[in-house]
Nanobody, 126 residues
Framework: VQLQASGGGLVQAGGSLRLSCAAS????????MGWFRQAPGKEREFVAA????????YYADSVKGRFTISRDNAKNTAYLQMNSLKPEDTAVYYC????????????????????WGQGTQVTVSS
């Protein structure tokens, strides 16, 4: 599967952005999805993940209550709605996919994903 992330940009603190991750192929519903981010000089960190059905979600503590992930399997697209953005949310955001077949779990480690999008920059000004 190939992934294309989009929707990043510059926003003021307290604002919102919605990132999209469009996937190629016809088996998108067989992939668990995740979002990660990497700030300059820092390691890539987990943001949020959901199962192939979208019925199971998991968030990093730093974004819980502010970010919401969702997916539309009919459109082969995953989303990350980011509200109440903070300057510390500034990073390049990546979507990732893991083929799971019929399993319905989620995955929070970057090493568990085999497919990555190119990243989209999110900058939050104070």
């Amino acid at each position: 599967v190939q992934l294309q992330a989009s929707g990043g940009g510059l926003v003021q603190a307290g604002g919102s952005l919605r990132l999209s991750c469009a996937a190629s192929g016809r088996t998108f519903s067989s992939y668990a999805m995740g979002w990660f981010r990497q700030a300059p000089g820092k390691e890539r960190e987990f943001v949020a993940a959901f199962s192939r059905s979208g019925g199971i979600t998991y968030y990093a503590d730093s974004v819980k209550g502010r970010f919401t992930i969702s997916r539309d399997n009919a459109k082969n697209t995953a989303y990350l709605q980011m509200n109440s953005l903070k300057p510390e949310d500034t990073a390049v955001y990546y979507c990732a996919a893991r083929y799971v077949g019929v399993s319905d779990g989620y995955y929070s480690k970057a090493s568990q994903y085999g497919y990555w999008g190119q990243g989209t920059q999110v900058t939050v000004s104070s």
